[in-house]
C-alpha cells in the first residue's frame, strides 16, 4: 500500500540530483502540453475562419489573459467565506510562511486565511506581488509540524512558478478552442445541406478533429493542471529540504478524508484519470520518494536544509474566526 511507502519514507534524505532531474522533466512536460494547447487553439481559428479567425480568437484570448483576475483575498472571502489572520494571532504560523516565503524569493509575505471548515485542505491564489494563502481549521487541528510545513510549502511553490498564470493561459486556449470549434460546427451543420448537394463536403479527418478539439483541449489542460501539482509538490521539497513530510501529510489527509475520485477511479475504467485536477495519491507519492537518496538523515547533516515549523496557533476564544469555525463545525 503507497500510505505504508510514506511512512518508511521517513527513512530517506532529499537527493538534490533526483529534485533536479524531477523539476526538469514536470517544467518540460508543462511548456509542451501548453504549447499544444496553444497550437490547437491557432489550428481551431485557422480552420474555422481562416487567418482573420486565427487573429479575431488570438485576440479575444489575449485580453482574457490580461484581464486581471479577482484578487486572491476576494476570492477567499467571497467563495469561501475565509477570514485574514494577523500576526498577532497566528505568530508562529507567519513566521513560518514568511521563512517559506523568503526562501522562494517572494517579494512579499502571504496573506495568511482561515477557512472554518471540516474538510483538509490549502489553497493559493494571487500572484508573486501579492500572494495568498488559505487553509481549513481541520488541517491546522490535524497535521504535525513538518507536514503543516511541507503543505504551506507546497502552497508558497504554486505561486513561485506563477501556476495562476500558466492555468489562466492554458483555459484561455481552450476556451478559444471550444469558441471556434463551436462556431465550426454550427456553421457547418446550418450548410451541410447545401454543401452535399454541390459534392463540396470538407474532408472527414478535419471534421472529426474539429468535433474532438473541445474535449481534446479540456483533457489536456486538467493534464497540465497535474503537472503542475507533481512540480509543486517537487517545489516544496526544494523549500524544506524535507521528503518524507508532504509524502506523510498527503498519506495521514487520505486517511482522515479519502478521496472520492480515488475511490471512483479506482473501481472505473483508466480514462477516468485523465479528468482529474490532481495526480492520485499513489503518483505523488511515488514521484516524492523518487526524489530520495535511501540513506537514513542526520540531523547534523549539512546538505539537509530544514525549515523547523512552529507549534500550530491557536485562537482566542473570543476572536470572530473562533466562533466562526465552531459554528461551522458544530
Do not use: C
Not at 479527418?205 to 474539429?210: A, F, I, K, Q, T
Amino acid at each position: 500500500m503507497w500510505i505504508e511507502r510514506a511512512r518508511r519514507a521517513a527513512a530517506l534524505r532529499l537527493d538534490p540530483a533526483a529534485l533536479a532531474r524531477q523539476r526538469r522533466l514536470n517544467r518540460l512536460h508543462s511548456a509542451l502540453i501548453l504549447l499544444f494547447l496553444v497550437g490547437l487553439a491557432g489550428w481551431t481559428g485557422l480552420l474555422v475562419g481562416g487567418v482573420e479567425g486565427l487573429a479575431f480568437g488570438a485576440g479575444i484570448a489575449l485580453a482574457f489573459l490580461f484581464l486581471d483576475p479577482m484578487p486572491g483575498d476576494l476570492l477567499f472571502r467571497q467563495a469561501f467565506g475565509a477570514v485574514r489572520l494577523s500576526p498577532a494571532q497566528a505568530p508562529d504560523l507567519f513566521a513560518l510562511s514568511a521563512a517559506l516565503a523568503r526562501r522562494a524569493d517572494l517579494p512579499h509575505p502571504p496573506h495568511l486565511y482561515l477557512i472554518p471548515s471540516p474538510t483538509l485542505q490549502a489553497m493559493a491564489a494571487g500572484s508573486r506581488e501579492a500572494p495568498v494563502i488559505a487553509v481549513t481549521s481541520r488541517l491546522l487541528r490535524a497535521l504535525s509540524r513538518r507536514e503543516l510545513a511541507a503543505v504551506l510549502a507546497h502552497e508558497v511553490a504554486h505561486i513561485r512558478h506563477g501556476d495562476l498564470l500558466v492555468l489562466r493561459l492554458a483555459t484561455a486556449a481552450a476556451t478559444l478552442t471550444r469558441g471556434m470549434a463551436g462556431l465550426g460546427a454550427l456553421v457547418l451543420l446550418v450548410f451541410l445541406p447545401t454543401l452535399w448537394a454541390t459534392d463540396a463536403m470538407p474532408a472527414p479527418l478535419p471534421m472529426v478533429l474539429l468535433l474532438a478539439a473541445p474535449l481534446l483541449s479540456d483533457v489536456l489542460t486538467l493534464s497540465l493542471s497535474r503537472r503542475r501539482e507533481l512540480l509543486a509538490d517537487a517545489g516544496a521539497v526544494e523549500l524544506t529540504g524535507d521528503v518524507a513530510a508532504l509524502a506523510e501529510a498527503l498519506a495521514r489527509i487520505w486517511r482522515m478524508q479519502g478521496d472520492d475520485w480515488e475511490r471512483l477511479t479506482s473501481r472505473g475504467p483508466f480514462w477516468m484519470n485523465w479528468l482529474r485536477t490532481h495526480p492520485t495519491l499513489k503518483d505523488r507519492i511515488a514521484a516524492l520518494r523518487s526524489m530520495a537518496a535511501p540513506v537514513r538523515p542526520v540531523l547534523s547533516d549539512p546538505d539537509r536544509v530544514v525549515i523547523a515549523p512552529p507549534a500550530l496557533w491557536t485562537l482566542g476564544s473570543h476572536h470572530p474566526a473562533q466562533r466562526l469555525a465552531r459554528r461551522w463545525l458544530l
